[in-house]
Nanobody, 126 residues
Framework: QVQLVESGGGLVQAGGSLRLSCAAS????????MAWFRQAPGKEREFVSA????????NYADSVKGRFTISRDNAKNTVTLQMNSLKAEDTAVYYC???????????????????WGQGTQVTVSS
């Protein structure tokens, strides 16, 4: 089992940047695809980005493509989401998620992920 703890959220002005981190514990982290999701008030949880277990394949939601970058460090058991050019519509609770790498496919649906962090709030003021 993998336990995930997010950090790095906060309040930032539109156009600014934030860097979210997800610290993982557990021996299976390096064999897990990892992802970030977000959930705004009154909305469903939505996919943001995913990275494969090796770290050489990524996927992004169209709404964040070109602004966000996902990366991982398997030696440090961490996944990072660098968020640039933030917009008010990026305001949400951001969740780190993982799933066992049983295939090469990077899942985009929340129900395909096996473990989750508690979330970190990101607020972008306009």
């Amino acid at each position: 089992q993998v336990q995930l703890v997010e950090s790095g959220g906060g309040l930032v002005q539109a156009g600014g940047s934030l860097r979210l981190s997800c610290a993982a514990s557990g021996r299976t982290f390096s064999r897990s695809h990892m992802a970030w999701f977000r959930q705004a008030p009154g909305k469903e949880r939505e996919f943001v980005s995913a990275i494969n277990w090796i770290g050489d394949s990524t996927n992004y939601a169209d709404s964040v493509k070109g602004r966000f970058t996902i990366s991982r460090d398997n030696a440090k058991n961490t996944v990072t989401l660098q968020m640039n050019s933030l917009k008010a519509e990026d305001t949400a609770v951001y969740y780190c998620a993982g799933r066992r790498a049983l295939s090469t496919r990077l899942a985009v649906r929340a129900n395909e992920y096996d473990y989750w962090g508690q979330g970190t709030q990101v607020t972008v003021s306009s």
